[in-house]
């Protein structure tokens, strides 16, 4: 079983819409959750990272985190062409000794 | 404040030969990770470096060796190339015990094996 999973999409959303991206990881103790944005061609960019269950909001973006049923998303309100990319998810593993283990990403397309 | 740079940003090899990419930590920043990522991959994990030792190596064989100078920059070493080797390769810097600030990742080197 994949330790960090996501759907590798592509997820296709009407500009404006909400887009709404998941990730679930395995039973393991996990610490610490990020979600980075990579862009074709370039390196991945952090965005949010979430530590605690709830949700954590920072500007267009909310992550939400439920470790009780081991899943982290990511939502993108008014979302806007310039938001097409592929969003990765990543977690720190408590006996990983602070090593980012990855999801594949999911590929997501807004349509104007 | 630089970030993360990484030299060269493109490269191409032939199978057998081998590469040295290279990394300059983020201002402030001690720890150095590598990470391979292949097209429509997650990054793959390498190894990570700290104190100029290697602290933790993922699932890479002994051709990918490194090394971390006094002044924290890094450079990832792979020999005897193969096809397989060609991806974007990922140099990343953190602060120990700020991990959960997350990593600041360098542009990346891009090897194409031929």
């Known amino acids: 079983q994949k330790e960090v999973e996501q759907n590798s999409g592509p997820l296709s959303v009407p500009e404006g819409a909400i887009a709404s991206l998941n990730c679930t990881y395995s039973?393991?103790?996990?610490?610490?959750f990020f979600w980075y944005r990579q862009y074709s061609g370039k390196s991945p960019e952090l965005i949010m990272s979430?530590?605690s269950n709830g949700d954590k909001e920072d500007g267009r973006f909310t992550a939400q985190l439920n470790k009780a049923s081991q899943y982290v998303s990511l939502l993108i309100r008014d979302s806007q062409p310039s938001d097409s990319a592929t969003y990765l998810c990543?977690?720190?593993?408590?006996?990983?000794?602070?090593?980012?283990?990855w999801g594949a990403g999911t590929k997501l397309i807004i349509k104007p | 404040d630089a970030g993360v740079t990484q030299s060269p940003t493109h490269l191409i090899k032939t199978r057998g030969q081998q590469v040295t990419l290279r990394c300059s930590p983020k201002?402030?920043?001690?720890?150095v990770s590598w990470y391979q990522q292949a097209l429509g991959q997650g990054p793959q994990f390498i190894f990570q470096?700290?104190?100029?030792?290697?602290?933790q190596r993922g699932n890479f064989p002994d051709r990918f060796s490194g090394h971390q100078f006094p002044n924290y920059s890094s450079e990832l070493n792979v020999n005897a190339l193969l096809l397989g080797d060609s991806a974007l390769y990922l140099c990343?810097?953190?602060?120990?015990?700020?991990?959960?600030?997350?990593?600041?990742f360098g542009s990346g080197t891009r090897l194409t094996v031929v």
């Open positions: 979430i530590y």
């Open positions: 470096y700290y104190e100029e030792e290697e602290r």
């Open positions: 039973d393991r103790v996990s610490q610490s």
């Open positions: 990343a810097s953190s602060l120990p015990g700020k991990i959960n600030y997350g990593y600041t």
């Open positions: 990543a977690v720190i593993l408590m006996d990983s000794n602070y090593q980012l283990i």
């Open positions: 201002s402030g920043h001690d720890t």
